[in-house]
């Protein structure tokens, strides 16, 4: 049983222009939610996170926005950059019960073409 | 920031031996580390939770006599594979969260590719 859900598992978009990574969940008890990025053959890097208490998160080119009813949230890349190229993975933890296990999703290949 | 240092990248072993990955915190005490695997175009999938000074926590559908975790400082935690088989290929990464003081985001090793020919 998936938890951490994105159904896109590729994206492609245009340099310059907006790139949106949607993912849902399905624990009520995340509470906290994080987005990596990953290069081939490297460990992923952490990007942004957002705790359940809000509804948006920016930071520079990325913002993340939660929708605790809908149990979705989504990261806003703009403007898109072809360095932005990677598989972005969207994680949870329910941070009461288990603080540090981290549930990954399984990934969207996003490709930002020039 | 905070540095997982992962060691080896790549390592190809003979199906029946035994192969060790080892995962460091560099600048801060981990208590706790993670272990995952990542198959082709597959996600993260969470194997195990390395505690120190005690028995790591495996994830359902784990081996533990398979994957031997062991959590012997603050600083280090290291998987062993042992006998091998082809299907044990895979990519290999570990994580370590930063004191909480700091934040909750994990990071994470460069990963470790191991081939079992």
């Known amino acids: 049983d998936q938890q951490v859900k994105q159904n896109s598992p590729s994206l492609s978009v245009q340099e310059g222009r907006i790139s949106i990574l949607n993912c849902d969940y399905t624990?009520?008890?995340?509470?906290?939610f994080l987005w990596y990025k990953k290069y081939p053959a490297e460990g992923p890097t952490f990007l942004i996170s957002?705790?359940?208490?809000?509804d948006k998160n920016e930071d520079g080119r990325f913002t993340v926005f939660l929708n605790k009813s809908a149990k979705h949230l989504s990261l806003h890349i703009v403007p898109s950059q072809p360095g932005d190229s990677a598989v972005y993975f969207c994680?949870?933890?329910?941070?009461?019960?288990?603080?540090?296990?981290?549930?990954f999703g399984p990934g969207t290949s996003l490709s930002v073409i020039p | 920031g905070a540095v997982v240092s992962q060691h080896p990248s790549r390592v190809i072993c003979k199906s029946g031996t035994s192969v060790k990955i080892e995962c460091r915190s560099l600048?801060?005490?981990?208590?706790?580390m993670f272990w995952y695997r990542q198959f082709p175009k597959k996600s993260l999938m969470l194997m195990a939770t390395?505690?120190?000074?005690?028995?790591?926590?495996?994830e359902q559908g784990v081996e533990k006599d398979k994957f031997l975790i062991n959590h012997a400082s603050l600083t280090l935690s290291t998987l062993t594979v042992t006998s091998a088989h082809p299907e044990d290929s895979s990519f290999y990464i570990c994580?370590?969260?930063?004191?909480?003081?700091?934040?909750?985001?994990?990071?994470f090793g460069q990963g470790t590719r191991l081939t079992v020919v």
């Open positions: 994580s370590a969260q930063s004191p909480r003081q700091v934040g909750t985001e994990a990071f």
């Open positions: 624990n009520s008890m995340f509470d906290y």
């Open positions: 957002i705790s359940s208490i809000k």
């Open positions: 994680a949870a933890s329910a941070r009461k019960t288990s603080y540090d296990k981290v549930i």
């Open positions: 600048d801060f005490q981990a208590t706790t």
């Open positions: 390395s505690n120190e000074g005690s028995k790591a926590t495996y």
